[in-house]
């Protein structure tokens, strides 16, 4: 198959010389498939491998290097090529624990037998290994002989170690398409063989490019900066000369037709380029090694695998410049990693002790993580152990102590609290070496305070690392320079945002329920009772205005609740996204829910600690005595069992279930906790300085459909500035202006874009003239470019709509017409967007925002100005799709709805009946022309494309011999047996005869031969049925012995067929019937 002129001469081929700068040595796809000896469903080359295992590896024995025995290097190969597939992540994972631990593989020498690491990769040489790269490199599908063919494979030893996807740069969406290519490919059913051993899989054009490993959910795929300017050595590589074997070798074959063009643009130096930048920083041999090496992890229990972003990558290699020099002291320096939360810092903390533990100039190094998250342990043990390494978790502060002191722990895990309580244990520790590392994860600022001074005295030779995900105060700033000062680079919030490692957060204040002036608290009031009945709004007035202390809270906390339940529901009940409120105390929480309950618009839980203990200490410095707060927690004890339990359960329905869309908390849950559906903090009491950049943080995570995190703030925490540099700057002058900016944008700055958002969508419909007629808008739709537009465009002004309708501040200072007008203009257009997207069968790809568009459509504009957003209904549910077409304004519009849904339909079964749906292909494509060249009337034009669609309703059941109607899977057997040797006929029935040929066959003999008739093809495609059938086991197009049997049956039945009846078939005829056979059994999942 021969790439696309374009995307091979603008992305692909520049990408394979870079990569040939780099060091990699091209193959051919001819050259890949004879190391594979053919087999399309491996994808390690073997014969290097087995070259680099030999070289790589030596027995030390008695003094003397012995090689590996042929054996053993045949069973290393085996052991990583013959794993079983367990899915993508898990042989994922077992593929690495080969790569970087090695197999143990047992060997005699001199009568010994003893177990000896084979290595695949020489991790401390990078250069002693080889670099081999491929273009439209072809592996069989799972279960199937279909292929896929990635556009650049990179292979270190022969294991393919990064995927890369090409695509031109003027593509609508390019990167967004050569990364779902990627994600489709690791499906199950596609070439997860492949990703199983990939490291690093790229999405590249010529402008732009991103990176993942393999699994990689498309929110969390990223882009990649160098931190100095690397511009001057990327221009030397990409101008370098190959040398002329390379050339030639690059332009033979595949690319041979782009070769005089290319060398045209090549007689210049040329300007090195985005994705040039991209290769030269990720996919050089010795990066490319030290990422694979020390930058990639699993995470969530095997689940997940990780690779650094660049920001992390940095920090480690700083900080381990760092810690190889020296104080006055003679101590390691450490020092304190900023890294905004939400982008990593967690994951930059266990990478560090991973990078610590593999650095071979640190002799035994022991690393002791601090951290206040329980659910760091698992991540930790399973890095470690890809090192070596087993780390060890201590239990009490005791055990820590006994574990501090055995100096074959190489690595420790504990929680702060427990590293507290050792630490007054100094004298016990002091003797430990300067070998030590303690990394600290600060969220609660610990190492600035009294814990600090206790871990410096009991370890003072340890070598302290802080990690922070808020900014530092200015105080602290000084504190932090005494332990080592900062280490570059931080990541600040902005950069962050920038690089969507994190949703910005949008930030609206309501709290003018404090104010003292009357009038805007009864503006606020009445907008915010919209909805309640007037005796309601009469009782929560007269409650509100009440002067005991008693009833100002209860008809606060009830106006923020109705607030909450009005808005949550109106925003983002339905969609999947949850919510958080914070309270002053256990029993505002208590009492907020009861609120809540009596409303009944969401669903929430309170998740607070037990009687005993101290939330917001602020507020509530002594421990709250209230029988409210003792019941409660009885109940939920009654419930759960325990309050561990209480939490992992609410915790864990929060996350994953549909209930409860809130969750009430006071202190807990605003650090360290990580919720990435959770879209929105309602703050009802006051928050200062980290904590409150802690609290908001929590609603910043990535999830599909997410674009922003809401802050609500009814308490006043924030000042009501529309600057967030501004609004930061007032929190006491502690935080330096630069550290924040970038952290909160108000809602109004949002909103401001909506005019302009408003405009655009209707400048594409400029030029009509009726703009009452809705079939022109329809037509002027035609062009999917334009399409394309139009749906881009309409979804921003929708989603920036969605904001403003949500802010009590814009509905109150919006002219209600110029409101209603945009809200009318949004339902108009997602009327349109539903009918195009009908009209021309399309698909879409905004399902992750499909619920926030209807929820926003349903609350804001009244139900029957809507259509409702739906998947276009298929052309064989009668009823439901006759209706749509009826909705249709015109002839034209109805056939062009029916030519496009049964398009999709014949694309989507083509592979199931090739033969019939190519016909109907051509008989549809031949309507379509004839009309768009003025041939046929609207009239006939509707009339010929509703006769394709009944035959493509109807299946291939005219037009076959009468044995045949009854059975779909034959009869589209039947068609690939015409489609490759014809017949005498159109459909003979039962007659037989036939038309004499003197074609040359197998046998070679010379023997005249006939042309089958229909009936003699109809009995062939029977008896092909029942092999399929016969060898057709459970999960057979997983099983390739089962179909290989299937090939063999119908191999022997084909020849079979040329001596009873005499027809003419060549090898070529034969291999390419089987394989027709095969793929449409493999497709006909209804049939066998």
């Excluded at 690779?307 to 990558?313: D, E, G, P, T």
């Excluded at 309708?805 to 349109?832: C, G, M």
Aim: charged share 30%.
């Amino acid at each position: 198959m021969t790439p696309s002129f374009q995307e091979a001469q603008i992305s692909q081929i520049p990408a394979l010389r870079t990569l040939q700068q780099l060091g990699f040595t091209y193959l051919s796809p001819e050259e890949c498939a004879v190391e594979r000896q053919g087999r399309l469903g491996r994808v390690v080359l073997e014969k290097i491998l087995a070259g680099q295992l030999r070289r790589l590896n030596k027995i030390s024995f008695k003094g003397r290097e012995v090689p590996f025995s042929e054996e053993n290097i045949e069973r290393g190969i085996e052991a990583l090529r013959d794993l079983p597939f367990e899915g993508l992540v898990r042989t994922s994972e077992k593929v690495y624990d080969l790569l970087t631990l090695g197999k143990s593989l047992d060997q005699t020498i001199d009568g010994e037998t003893k177990g000896f690491t084979l290595r695949y990769i020489d991790w401390q040489n990078p250069w002693n290994n080889t670099f081999h790269v491929t273009a439209e490199f072809e592996v069989e599908r799972s279960g199937s002989r279909e292929t896929r063919r990635p556009d650049i494979v990179c292979f270190v030893n022969g294991i393919p170690f990064a995927v890369i996807e090409c695509k031109r740069p003027e593509e609508k969406g390019s990167l967004e398409q050569a990364m779902n290519q990627s994600i489709r490919n690791w499906q199950e059913d596609e070439i997860p063989h492949l990703f199983v051993y990939s490291q690093l899989v790229i999405a590249l054009n010529k402008n732009d490019g991103i990176y993942a490993t393999s699994g990689t959910p498309p929110k969390f795929w990223a882009k990649w900066r160098e931190m100095e300017d690397t511009s001057e050595a990327v221009r030397q590589v990409v101008n370098a000369p190959l040398r002329p074997d390379d050339h030639a070798k690059l332009f033979r074959g595949v690319f041979a037709h782009a070769r005089e063009s290319f060398e045209e643009q090549m007689m210049h130096e040329r300007e090195p380029t985005a994705q040039d930048r991209l290769l030269c920083s990720l996919c050089r041999p010795e990066r490319l090694i030290e990422i694979a090496r020390q930058f990639i992890l699993y995470d969530e229990g095997g689940a997940v695998k990780k690779v650094a972003r660049y920001q992390q990558y940095f920090a480690i290699k700083t900080t381990l410049d760092r810690v190889k020099q020296r104080d006055v002291h003679g101590r390691r320096k450490g020092g304190v990693i900023w890294q905004t939360q939400g982008s990593g810092k967690s994951l930059a903390m266990v990478l560090l002790g991973k990078a610590l533990a593999l650095d071979e100039s640190i002799h035994n190094p022991r690393i002791v993580i601090v951290t206040d998250r329980i659910d760091l342990d698992e991540q930790i043990t399973k890095t470690f152990h890809q090192c070596g390494k087993d780390p060890q978790q201590a239990k009490t502060g005791a055990h820590l102590i006994e574990l501090l002191r055995d100096e074959h722990v190489a690595v420790i895990t504990t929680v702060l609290f427990k590293f507290e309580a050792a630490a007054k244990a100094a004298r016990q520790l002091r003797h430990l070496k300067d070998e030590l590392f303690v990394l600290v994860d600060e969220s609660h600022r610990s190492q600035y305070g009294e814990a600090n001074i206790q871990m410096q005295k009991a370890l003072p030779n340890a070598c302290y690392i802080g990690f922070t995900g808020t900014p530092l105060m200015k105080a602290e700033k000084n504190t932090a320079n005494k332990f080592g000062g900062f280490i570059e680079p931080a990541y600040t919030i902005r950069e962050a945002v920038e690089d969507n490692a994190v949703v910005p957060l949008l930030y609206e204040g309501r709290h003018i329920l404090q104010a003292v002036n009357q009038k805007p608290v009864d503006q606020m009031f009445e907008a915010m009772c919209d909805g309640l009945t007037p005796e309601q709004k009469a009782d929560l007035k007269r409650k509100f205005s009440a002067r005991d202390e008693l009833n100002r809270l209860h008809s606060r906390l009830y106006l923020i609740a109705w607030d909450v339940s009005q808005h949550f529901a109106g925003q983002w009940k339905g969609t999947g996204f949850k919510g958080q409120i914070t309270v002053p105390g256990k029993k505002e929480a208590l009492i907020l829910k009861d609120f809540f309950d009596q409303f009944g618009k969401i669903s929430t839980e309170v998740i607070i600690s037990g009687p005993t203990e101290i939330e917001n200490a602020e507020e509530h410095p002594k421990v709250e005595q209230d029988e409210s707060v003792e019941r409660f927690w009885k109940s939920m004890m009654a419930k759960y069992g325990s309050e561990k339990e209480y939490n992992r359960c609410l915790i864990e329905s929060f996350k994953k279930g549909d209930d409860p869309e809130v969750l009430i908390v006071v202190d807990k849950l605003l650090t360290g906790f990580d919720a990435p559906r959770n879209v929105v903090l309602y703050i009802a009491r006051n928050l200062k300085g980290h904590t409150l950049l802690q609290a908001i943080a929590r609603v910043n995570r990535l999830h599909p459909g997410k674009d922003f995190g809401y802050i609500i703030d009814y308490y006043g925490v924030v000042s009501e500035l529309h600057d967030a540099l501004e609004l930061y700057s007032s929190l006491d002058g502690k935080f330096d202006r630069e550290d924040l900016e970038g952290a909160l944008t108000s809602i109004a700055e949002e909103i401001k874009r909506l005019p302009g958002l408003h405009d655009a969508v209707w400048e594409l419909f400029k030029d009509l003239k009726n703009k009452k007629d809705e079939e022109a808008f329809e037509l002027a739709l035609e062009d999917k470019r334009k399409r394309d537009e139009f749906y881009t465009r309409l979804w921003r002004f929708s989603r920036v709509l969605k904001i403003a309708s949500s802010s009590i501040h814009w509905v109150n200072a919006t002219p209600p017409e110029q409101a209603q007008r945009y809200k009318d203009d949004a339902a108009f257009f997602q009327k349109l967007r539903a009918s195009v997207k009908l009209r021309y069968a399309e698909e879409i790809d905004y399902r992750d925002y499909e619920k926030q568009i209807q929820k926003m459509l349903n609350t804001y504009v009244q139900a029957e100005e809507v259509i409702q957003v739906v998947e276009p209904v298929n052309i064989f549910e009668r009823e439901a799709f006759e209706a749509e077409v009826e909705k249709m304004q015109s002839d034209r519009a109805k056939a062009d709805t029916i030519a496009n849904r049964t398009k999709k339909t014949i694309i989507e079964r083509m592979e199931e009946d090739p033969f019939f749906y190519r016909k109907l292909s051509t008989l549809l494509q031949q309507a379509i022309d004839d009309y768009r060249a003025a041939r046929i009337s609207e009239a006939l034009y509707l009339a010929r494309v509703r006769a394709v669609m009944e035959e493509t309703r109807g299946g291939n059941a005219r037009d076959v011999p009468d044995i045949l109607r009854q059975n779909d899977l034959s009869r589209a057997l039947f068609g690939a047996l015409k489609e490759q040797i014809g017949s005498t006929s159109g459909h003979l029935g039962g007659h037989g005869g036939g038309i004499v040929r003197e074609d040359s066959v197998p046998f070679g003999d010379g023997t005249k031969r006939e042309e089958p008739t229909d009936q003699i093809l109809a009995e062939a495609a029977m008896t092909m049925d029942q092999i399929i059938r016969r060898h057709a086991v459970v999960r057979w197009r997983e099983n390739v012995d089962a179909q290989n049997r299937m090939r063999n049956d119908l191999d022997d039945f084909l020849f079979d067929l040329q001596k009873q009846k005499g027809i003419s078939l060549s090898f070529a005829q034969m291999d390419a019937i089987i394989e027709a056979v095969l793929r449409i059994a493999i497709h006909r999942t209804d049939d066998v």
